[in-house]
């Protein structure tokens, strides 16, 4: 039998339910045409998505995990944490989420606002023209709207320029708690993972706290072969998953083929010696 771990597994990505460009048929179709075999779809804080995606994912013959991802306040920073092969009918999983999404429409309006008193007017309006889920209004949409109006030629520069904090454009939020999140992916019968680590501005002891609280909350998993991260930080982070004895996800975080620098399934394998986050859920994929 192949190793488990030498599986074109892409656990993480975004469609036009959150902030990605693509459907979830799309985005299906693309995996299936790089190579994936076992695919999830991980919006940002909703599972609107799901169904269609595991119907896409059994049309093209992929294998199919449910998945989101949940954005968690720790620290005083914004941390994420995907939820894999949870049941989508879960009531306080769904309840949780909603809760989560609540609080953007306004965030996005003060960040408008904001916008506004460096120069950029229209910018609330401008990036819903973007928005595929009227709940969903982030960041993402706002920096299209710039690159789009000319204020920046790509949407890095309007992170780096606007949207972090400090920023003109930043509004800090206060998103869910990590056991909160943590505690509704795994009461619906799911696996937590702790998203792309190398992404946070965290000191040694933060990062150890994470990942510890996650821990105990009952987290098993960590990203370590992402788009988000360098070479390094797989290197890095295998071993963090050793240390702390989490399984090991894989995932593109792809969201748009003109601005991703990862397509769906175009990552190196996992090392050899992880136990794949998958591995702890063969009995919650889809064929
Ligand atoms: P929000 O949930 O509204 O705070 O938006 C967060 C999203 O912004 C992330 O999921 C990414 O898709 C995107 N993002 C965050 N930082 C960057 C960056 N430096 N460059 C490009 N996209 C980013
Ligand atoms: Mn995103
Ligand atoms: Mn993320
Ligand atoms: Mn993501």
Known sequence: MRA????????????????????????AERAKA???????LTDH??????????????????????GTEISVTFAGETVHIVGLGFDTDDAEMQQGLRNTRGGREQRAREMAESLAKVGIHGAFEGALKFVGNPELISRTHFARFLVESGVCRETPEVFRKYLTEGKPGYVPHRWATL???VTWITQAHGVAVIAHPGRYNFSANEEYALFTEFKAHGGQAVEVVTGSHTPQEYVKYAETAREFGL?????????????????????????????????????????
């Open 4 to 27: 488990q771990n030498i599986l074109n597994a892409d656990l993480h990505c975004h469609s036009v339910v959150s902030d990605g460009t693509l459907t979830p048929e799309i985005l």
């Open 34 to 40: 790089n190579g994936v075999e076992l695919w999830a």
């Open 179 to 181: 056991r909160d999140a």
């Open 45 to 66: 804080d909703e599972i609107g998505g799901q169904h269609r995606a595991a119907a896409a994912a059994k049309a093209q013959g992929l294998h199919y995990l449910t």
């Open 247 to 287: 399984a090991a996800s894989r995932g593109s975080d792809f969201h748009s083929p003109g601005e991703s620098r990862t397509d769906l399934g175009a990552l190196p394998f996992l090392p050899g010696d992880l136990t794949p986050v998958w591995e702890l859920l063969s009995d919650r994929i889809q064929e």
